[in-house]
T-cell receptor
Framework: DAGVIQSPRHEVTEMGQEVTLRCKPI?????LFWYRQTMMRGLELLIY????????DSGMPEDRFSAKMPNASFSTLKIQPSEPRDSAVYFC??????????????FGEGSRLTVL | QQQVKQSPQSLIVQKGGISIINCAYE??????FPWYQQFPGKGPALLIA?????SEKKEGRFTISFNKSAKQFSLHIMDSQPGDSATYFC????????????FGTGTRLQVTL
């Protein structure tokens, strides 16, 4: 089975440009999470969706960041305008409505963003 | 603010040794404590998890020890192998509605030959 699919895997852009990161969750999963990983701050939850509805976006750093989930199989994280401090690895993760005892999150392989 | 504090930041262990990573949490509402393992260039993946109604959970060479009164839990890797070299994250969560994981800052483990 395909896991969480993220694109692009690597993105290099210049300051001020718009960046769009994409995520396809595992089919049947109803929760989707966007995380940012940096050496300084570790894994930070930016936003998460339940049944395509944003539940908690308190981790979104500022108005330059926005996320959408137009349907159950697709989500985007957009940064406009991008800044060098946005350089990080961005992970998308999904989970099943029946998380049971494991409560497992399934992560994609991440999108490494470098803003020059 | 919900926090999970993790130590050490990095750890070097010889092959065959025991790796120990410690975490402490603040939110007493947390009822689920997983550990995730991340290899370079990959996303984190669930390794093992525990609920606070037990004090220990073992899966192969990996054991979680949980101390509810101290609000601490730890990961023990017995007979550490070079293939265990990775970054390990502890986390806590209240698994009610709209639940979300709070991760520790990570421990980079290197197992040497």
């Amino acid at each position: 089975d395909a896991g969480v699919i993220q694109s692009p895997r690597h993105e290099v852009t210049e300051m001020g440009q718009e960046v769009t990161l994409r995520c396809k969750p595992i089919s049947g999963h109803n929760s989707l999470f966007w995380y940012r990983q940096t050496m300084m701050r570790g894994l930070e939850l930016l936003i998460y969706f339940n049944n395509n509805v944003p539940i908690d976006d308190s981790g979104m750093p500022e108005d330059r960041f926005s996320a959408k989930m137009p349907n159950a199989s697709f989500s985007t994280l957009k940064i406009q305008p991008s800044e060098p401090r946005d350089s990080a690895v961005y992970f998308c993760a999904s989970s099943s409505p029946w998380r049971g005892d494991t409560g497992e999150l399934f992560f994609g392989e991440g999108s490494r963003l470098t803003v020059l | 603010q919900q926090q999970v504090k993790q130590s050490p930041q990095s750890l070097i262990v010889q092959k065959g040794g025991i790796s120990i990573i410690n975490c402490a949490y603040e939110n007493t509402a947390f009822d689920y404590f997983p550990w995730y393992q991340q290899f370079p260039g990959k996303g984190p993946a669930l390794l093992i998890a525990i609920r606070p109604d037990v004090s220990e959970k073992k899966e192969g060479r990996f054991t979680i020890s949980f101390n509810k009164s101290a609000k601490q839990f730890s990961l023990h890797i017995m007979d550490s192998q070079p293939g265990d070299s990775a970054t390990y994250f502890c986390a806590g969560e209240f698994t009610g509605t709209a639940s979300k994981l709070t991760f520790g800052t990570g421990t980079r483990l290197q197992v040497t030959l």
